[in-house]
């Protein structure tokens, strides 16, 4: 009798597809501790990633029941932690939702989960991270983070819940200044502790932070933001450095060394010594300067660069009515672009009411220069002041964070002034 091989046809394609489909669920679980601490960008278009991925994959496999309850789970699992994070509103979790609209607004819009899944990885990939640096792990800051988020469960209930309580914010509104205490204190231990727990205790300072509207819980909030030493806005000293122990390499280097006269080639010998003195705390310590001061070179030479740019800009757009689009208040830079380049510069946030009267008064000619800092502010909002900008013949500038140096360069490249 023979087999009949229809059966491995009819059923390799459902398998195949399950087996990419738990290849996903694997890779969110491996993925999940570094996505925990990074900045809430990133964690939202990674989320967005790995479920797009998910759905193109039940539309291309055949319809079967296991595939939709596959990727429900998936989507569960992910939505929860986009709560717990709370990395800001993912649309491609929605129920109802379709590639056109998994991204947001955006212009051209996704025809295809792939697509979504592309483009998605490539905003991860691009969304900036933290501006300062992680802390290292010690018993010590295990300890203290226990007090943060005892304190914080205290405020705005227990931080392992993505539900916050009702009566959460109106004691947060009651206790701002040990709010804003708590949200420096978790800055300060960010990887000094473990991932899950302090994406929990920050995602829960980020959603009271969104409920409340207060500015500056915001600010220290911000991936952007990285103070010299956070331990200042603390009122606590500032740590010590202790100098860097010889890496692993160095001390195995170093224990051989009652081993290296032995050595009969005199170029081995030679090249290993070479090693030894390379591998010493003292090479890496003198390595660590040189990388300083060619900072402070490099840092130097683009301050040189850019009062160039100034002198030779300035000519160019003094006079000029500018609206720059933030998602906060940035008097330093208005009063930079007003006193060092002559502009006319209103400053606008991003809520939904302002941007729709911004691009009101954008399409009334209002402004002849419209910068956005990109890097803060939502697709939705790009997108409507670019079309805005684009139907009133307004010149459009994205301007990354939105600081005084990016806005320089941006400006010298768009009114295409020597040494842009």
């Not at 300083?292 to 030779?312: F, Q």
């Not at 002559?342 to 000619?365: D, K, N, T």
Request: proline letters at 7%.
């Amino acid at each position: 009798m023979e087999l009949d091989s229809s059966i491995f046809e009819r059923v390799a394609p459902r398998l195949v597809a399950f087996g990419r489909l738990a290849a996903i669920f694997g890779e969110l679980m491996l993925r999940a501790p570094a996505l925990a601490v990074a900045a809430p960008d990133r964690q939202r278009w990674a989320l967005t990633e790995l479920y797009a991925r998910a759905r193109a994959l039940e539309a291309e496999a055949p319809a079967a029941r296991w595939s939709r309850a596959a990727v429900c789970c998936l989507r569960s699992a992910l939505g929860h932690l986009g709560a717990t994070w709370w990395s800001g509103y993912i649309p491609a979790l929605e129920r109802r939702a379709r590639p056109g609209r998994a991204l947001g607004r955006c212009d051209p819009a996704p025809t295809s989960w792939r697509e979504v899944a592309a483009r998605a990885r490539a905003l991860a990939e691009a969304a900036p991270s933290w501006a300062d640096e992680p802390a290292p792990r010690s018993r010590a800051s295990s300890e203290r983070f226990d007090d943060v988020a005892l304190r914080l469960e205290r405020l705005a209930g227990p931080i392992a819940s993505a539900r916050l309580p009702d009566d959460a914010p109106a004691r947060c509104k009651e206790q701002l200044a040990a709010l804003r205490r708590i949200a420096v204190e978790l800055r300060l231990l960010r990887g000094a502790v473990e991932p899950f727990p302090w994406g929990a205790a920050i995602g829960r300072v980020r959603r009271i932070a969104a409920v409340l509207g207060d500015a500056e819980l915001t600010q220290r909030l911000d991936p952007s933001v990285a103070p010299a030493c956070w331990s200042t806005l603390l009122g606590e000293e500032p740590p010590r450095e202790r100098p860097a122990a010889a890496p692993a390499s160095a001390a195995t280097i170093d224990s051989t060394c009652p081993l290296i006269p032995m050595i009969e080639d005199a170029a081995a010998r030679r090249d290993a010594e070479v090693l030894r003195a390379r591998a010493a705390p003292e090479a890496h310590s003198r390595g660590r300067a040189r990388t300083r001061r060619r900072g402070r070179s490099r840092a130097r030479e683009r301050r040189r660069s850019d009062e160039a740019l100034i002198g030779a800009l300035r000519p160019r757009v003094a006079g000029i009515k500018a609206l720059l689009v933030t998602n906060r208040p940035a008097p330093d830079v208005q009063q930079a672009l007003e006193r060092r380049l002559a502009l006319c510069c209103e400053v606008e946030g991003c809520e939904p009411r302002r941007v729709q009267a911004a691009a009101q008064r954008i399409s009334a000619g209002r402004y002849p220069l419209v910068m956005v800092a990109k890097s803060f502010v939502s697709h939705d909002t790009t997108n409507a002041l670019r079309r805005a900008c684009r139907s009133a013949g307004v010149r459009y500038l994205d301007v990354g964070k939105g600081r005084f140096g990016v806005i320089v360069r941006r400006l010298a490249q768009a009114f295409e002034v020597d040494g842009a």
